[in-house]
């Protein structure tokens, strides 16, 4: 290395020759010690951030076809825009943005007043992800607000259904839209069918099971209380008092179901993520085997399985040979019917397929 650059100071990255292959952020004390931006000799100036903002932008408002009162959706997806270490997603008038990056934070400044330009809001709320600063030498939790944001929660709509979002301390931005059309999909197989959605944070799975695919009940479970109490307030808020949600860890809760002889037609499992990293995959994957076992047990004949996993680490070949796993442990063929991933908000870059994060199998069990 040459010279003594500074966190978030801009570097050129070169072969041994001396030859260029790319420019980026400095951080000597992350695992990534360049992220990288730029393939040419251009500069990391003010037109070239505004540029990647824009080509966000123009993504989800021109192609997509995203916006609207009380929309929500991923604005800006790190890698998979080119903006390492930056989200942002936006819910109804406001944007809630996210950096895991100290090298893109030393310039949150100027990325804030141009995401601003670009999509007018009424606040900004920058934070920094808890479980990801202390690696990058960032601050957990600390936050930056641009404009207003409000105290209370703000009201999104998803598939028609109302959803109250909790900008400042809700899980990740306060909202899974990476499953918005896994949701929509998985409701098309529910009709008279009973659903028990395991991890179900605030309810979307179950809900949306309940008003678009006329399933006859919806049991949702989830260790966390907050999220289960918003749950249950969703179902008031949409009228469905089909839907059930309860405070519990989901192995437990299993194990009594199985216990009790309950069954269900259709079980939902989308678990926190189990692989941060290369060494935890190993246990990741006993994990999952483990999980999706007991999700089979309460499984009726002929049921539908739609199993999650949002581990980077663990990829399509791996979550299907798991699978493989299960049906053999458990004595029931497992026939994997449709893969899906995360939604096109959530693009993913071709020149970084670890972008490509989020595994949703839909699968029958005999």
């Given at each position: ?122 606040g900004i709320l920058a934070r920094t992800e808890r479980g990801i600063a202390p690696k990058e030498g960032l601050r957990p939790g600390e936050e930056?607000?641009?404009?207003s944001i409000p105290q209370g929660p703000v009201e999104i709509v998803d598939h028609g259904l109302r959803y109250r979002v909790d900008l400042r ?125 007991a999700a089979v047990e309460v499984l009726a004949p002929d049921g539908l399985l739609v199993t999650c996993s949002c581990s980077g680490q663990v ?52």
């Amino acid at each position: 290395m040459q010279g003594n650059p500074q966190p978030g100071d801009e570097v050129d990255v070169v072969t041994a020759e001396g030859k260029p292959i790319a420019r980026g952020l400095y951080n000597p004390g992350s695992a990534i010690r360049v992220r990288l931006y730029r393939w040419d000799d251009g500069p990391l100036d003010e037109a070239f951030w505004s540029s990647r903002l824009a080509a966000a932008v123009r993504l989800r408002h021109e192609v997509l076809g995203l916006g609207g009162a009380g929309s929500a959706y991923r604005l800006v997806f790190s890698e998979g825009d080119g903006l390492s270490g930056l989200t942002v997603d936006r819910y109804d008038r406001w944007l809630v943005v996210q950096f895991t990056s100290l090298a893109l934070y030393s310039h949150r400044k100027l990325l804030l007043d141009r995401l601003a330009v670009q999509v007018p809001a009424e606040g900004i709320l920058a934070r920094t992800e808890r479980g990801i600063a202390p690696k990058e030498g960032l601050r957990p939790g600390e936050e930056t607000i641009v404009g207003s944001i409000p105290q209370g929660p703000v009201e999104i709509v998803d598939h028609g259904l109302r959803y109250r979002v909790d900008l400042r301390s809700g899980q990740k931005t306060g909202f899974y839209l990476d499953h918005r059309d896994n949701r929509r999909v998985v409701a098309g197989s529910c009709q008279g069918r009973r659903v028990l959605d395991l991890f179900c944070f605030t309810g979307a799975f179950s809900l949306t099971a309940l008003r678009h695919g006329g399933a006859t009940e919806a049991i949702g479970i989830d260790s966390s209380a907050a999220a289960i109490a918003r749950a249950r307030e969703h179902a008031a808020l949409n009228g469905l008092d089909r839907a059930q949600f309860e405070t519990g860890d989901v192995l437990e809760a299993l194990e009594q179901l199985r216990k009790g002889g309950q069954h269900f037609d259709v079980v939902i499992c989308d678990p926190p993520k189990f692989a941060r990293q290369a060494k935890d995959l190993e246990r990741a994957l006993k994990g999952y085997i483990r999980l999706n076992r007991a999700a089979v047990e309460v499984l009726a004949p002929d049921g539908l399985l739609v199993t999650c996993s949002c581990s980077g680490q663990v990829d399509r070949a791996m979550f299907a040979d798991l699978l493989g796993q299960v049906a053999e442990q458990a004595g029931r063929p497992i026939q994997i019917l449709d893969q899906r991933g995360q939604a096109p908000d959530h693009p993913v870059s071709a020149s970084c397929l670890e972008t490509e994060y989020l595994k949703c199998f839909i699968c029958r069990v005999e």
